[in-house]
Nanobody
Framework: QVHLVESGGGLVQAGGSLRLSCVAS????????MGWHRQAPGIQREMVAM???????DYTHAVQGRFSISRDDAKNTVYLQMNNLKPDDTGVYYC????????????WGQGTHVTVSS
């Protein structure tokens, strides 16, 4: 059984910062990537940032230069530092872990709410 627990969401004014954390517990073999997705009301869930096992990162265009993803493998934890937040960043942020030899297993957290006021 794999559990992902996110934390760090909240309400912040535009221009502010938040740091999200996601701790993975349970038996997970061969983590290929860890990442963050978000879902705003009425909008399809989208990938925000991802980091692979070799440290490569990828960001959706809207957050490039403002968000930074990192991971601590010893703690099975992935972080998302979000700076200069905008109202469009509002949504539920979900942690995702892909594992297995070819990343065929996908795990999701319950989500943490981020609200950015203008």
């Amino acid at each position: 059984q794999v559990h992902l627990v996110e934390s760090g969401g909240g309400l912040v004014q535009a221009g502010g910062s938040l740091r999200l954390s996601c701790v993975a517990s349970g038996t997970i073999s061969s983590i290929k990537s860890m990442g963050w997705h978000r879902q705003a009301p009425g909008i399809q869930r989208e990938m925000v940032a991802m980091i692979t096992s070799d440290g490569s990162t990828d960001y959706t265009h809207a957050v490039q230069g403002r968000f930074s993803i990192s991971r601590d493998d010893a703690k099975n934890t992935v972080y998302l530092q979000m700076n200069n937040l905008k109202p469009d960043d509002t949504g539920v942020y979900y942690c995702n872990v892909r594992a297995g030899r070819i990343g065929q297993y996908s795990y999701w957290g319950q989500g943490t709410h981020v609200t950015v006021s203008s």
